[in-house]
Every structure is written in structure tokens, then in C-alpha cells.
């Protein structure tokens, strides 16, 4: 497809990755996203419709956004998701159609997800111990999204699976070992996410971080690791066990930010455009283009926001602002 003018921000950065959110509902509570009790939902009505998702994909995909990940809340609580995934593997220019999930559903459609033309899967699973598993989620499901997962691993063309735990320092270094076990039993590749400032309830403390550091090292005394290059972009740094198979990853943003080639934005499901996964500006889609705006106006919208892109989130630097919303309600 030939690109009209590539999207990029104000300091040179080339913006190739959507992160966009088809619903802010989610069937489980964890305490690292979301109150036992749950958050105010967006009203049905306010959410994106399919149609209106497919036309705001294929508006990025002319301006050379190729990768589209699929999120939410969690994505496959939303009806009939595998036709919104074969509408838009069929969108020229998105060469990279990927989903992620917690894994509760998953068994039930991950058959129909690859059918539809879904190419690559990322499973959160913080725990693979039951008890743990309750203790983090607030629901007693390990057993389902483990069924989930050999569910994808039966399906060739998911490929890579990705297995996200988030990293809570006085949990998790507890189950590295068995994490690892996962990794080298393939096909999943293991990544360790720095628990981040968005959690709904406030809790986030530096000290509450298990920095990518200390999980590297803890790893590496149970199986000698070796890195493997850095795609372009990439947000985790990836390491190949020496003694054997398994792949293990390690998103850091906390302690080792990769904010200096960010290629990514997010739109909410009620179509709000975020530059950034902090930001604090959200720039309106839905409005516009339920008003009657034309694909040249939306364009004009989206590069606009897209020029004021941040530099950097600032973690960890004084005057930092965590976002108003959840991750949950941003889209993760």
C-alpha cells in the first residue's frame, strides 16, 4: 500500500503501533488494575462501534501504521470479537494483527481468532499457583486461562505466545522457577512487566517495583541467559536460556524506560486518542467522527495529536502526574 505521508511526532519518532481497546469491561479484578468492586463502566452507546474501529484502522493504516493490537478491559468479553478481528486482518497495511488477553475466555475462540486472521497472542497469567492465582485476580480461574493457553498453543498460526506477568516485588520472585519451567516448555515466551503507576485503587510505590534488573539476575542463577537483538521499537528486552529452550522477556519501563523510539499510540473503546500510555491529554475521535467528519479531517485530527506526542512519562522525575484512568480504562 502506498503510505500518503508517514505519522510522526514532533521529535522524529515514526509512529507504526496502535494499541486500540474494543471495551473497558473485564471479568477479573486485579489488584495491580482495578478495585474488588469494579469501576463505573462506559455506556454501550459510547463505545466505538466495529465499523467505526475498522475506518479509524484503515485511516492509520494509510498513514503507515502497520501493527494493531487488540485490548481492553479484556478484549474477548465484547460480542462477536472475531469479526472485528476479520475486518480488520483484511485492512491494506496492517501487516501485524495481535490481541491481548487474560486468558479466561480463550479456549472457546481461539480457534475462531486465527480463522479470522489473528497472528499473534499475548496471555496475562501473574501466577501458577491457584491459591496465588485468587489472591491476585480476586477470581479462582487459573485452571480456565491455563485451558485458554493450550488452547492457542494448539493453533500454528498464533504465533509468538507471549505470557505477561506483571512483576510485584514479595510475590512474584516466588515462582520464577516455574515461570522459567513455561518458558522452556514452549511455545511460550515468559515477560516479566514492571508493575507501573495504574492501578485504580493508588497503591504503586517505587518499592512495590521488581525492577527487570533483579529478575534477570534471580533467572540467571537457574538458567544462564543470552540476549537476543532488539527489534526496533521493541518494549522488552529478550533473553535465550543457554542450557536449553525457552525464551524469557523483560518489559521495563520503571527502571529501564524505552520512551526514545516509542512508536506506539492508544484509542480507547469510546475513541479517545492517547500519545502516550501517561498521558493526560485525550484528543476526541469519537465525537467527530460521529458528527460527520470526513477521513481527511480525522487524518488532520490524529496527526495533530500525534505531533504533541510526549518525549518521555517522566516516571520517577519530580513532578510527575500519573494519568486520571486505570489501565484498565486506557487500554493496556
Not at 519518532?13 to 471495551?23: E, F, P
Not at 491481548?100 to 489473528?118: F, I, M, P, S
Request: aromatic share 6%.
Amino acid at each position: 500500500m502506498q503510505v500518503i505521508e508517514p505519522l510522526a511526532d514532533g521529535h522524529g519518532r515514526l509512529i507504526g503501533d496502535l494499541r486500540l481497546s474494543v471495551t473497558d469491561r473485564c471479568n477479573f479484578r486485579c489488584q495491580y488494575c482495578m478495585p474488588a468492586e469494579g469501576l463505573p463502566w462506559v455506556p454501550r452507546s459510547e463505545v466505538l462501534s466495529f465499523e467505526e474501529i475498522e475506518r479509524l484502522v484503515r485511516i492509520c493504516a494509510r498513514m503507515g501504521v502497520s501493527d494493531v493490537r487488540l485490548t481492553g478491559g479484556e478484549p474477548l468479553v465484547r460480542r462477536d470479537l472475531p469479526r472485528l478481528v476479520e475486518m480488520l486482518a483484511a485492512v491494506e497495511g496492517v501487516a501485524d494483527l495481535s490481541l491481548t488477553t487474560n486468558g479466561y475466555l480463550l479456549a472457546g475462540q481461539a480457534h475462531a481468532l486465527a480463522e479470522a486472521g489473528l497472528r499473534r497472542l499475548n496471555v496475562s497469567l501473574d501466577s501458577l499457583e491457584r491459591d496465588r492465582f485468587f489472591q491476585l485476580t480476586r477470581r479462582d480461574a487459573l485452571p480456565r486461562v491455563l485451558e485458554g493457553l493450550e488452547a492457542a498453543a494448539a493453533e500454528p498460526r498464533l504465533r509468538p505466545i507471549k505470557v505477561n506477568a506483571v512483576a510485584l516485588r514479595g510475590f512474584t520472585e516466588h515462582e520464577l522457577e516455574a515461570f522459567c519451567e513455561l518458558a522452556a516448555r514452549g511455545p511460550f515466551q515468559v515477560r516479566f512487566i514492571e508493575f507501573m503507576p495504574l492501578d485504580a485503587e493508588r497503591r504503586w510505590r517505587p518499592e512495590r517495583v521488581l525492577t527487570g534488573t533483579e529478575l534477570r539476575e534471580a533467572i540467571a542463577r537457574i538458567h544462564p541467559l543470552e540476549e537476543l537483538p532488539r527489534e526496533p521499537s521493541a518494549t522488552a528486552r529478550v533473553f535465550r536460556f543457554r542450557d536449553g529452550p525457552g525464551e524469557i522477556g523483560f518489559v521495563s519501563p520503571v527502571s529501564e524506560p524505552f520512551c526514545a523510539d516509542c512508536n506506539r499510540i492508544r484509542i480507547t473503546a469510546e475513541g479517545k486518542l492517547l500519545t502516550c500510555l501517561f498521558s493526560r491529554t485525550e484528543n476526541d475521535l469519537r465525537g467527530p467522527l460521529r458528527a460527520g467528519a470526513s477521513d481527511a479531517e480525522l487524518e488532520r485530527l490524529i496527526r495533530a495529536a500525534v505531533w504533541r506526542k510526549e518525549l518521555k512519562h517522566r516516571i520517577g522525575e519530580r513532578g510527575f502526574r500519573r494519568p486520571a484512568r486505570s489501565m484498565s480504562a486506557i487500554g493496556g
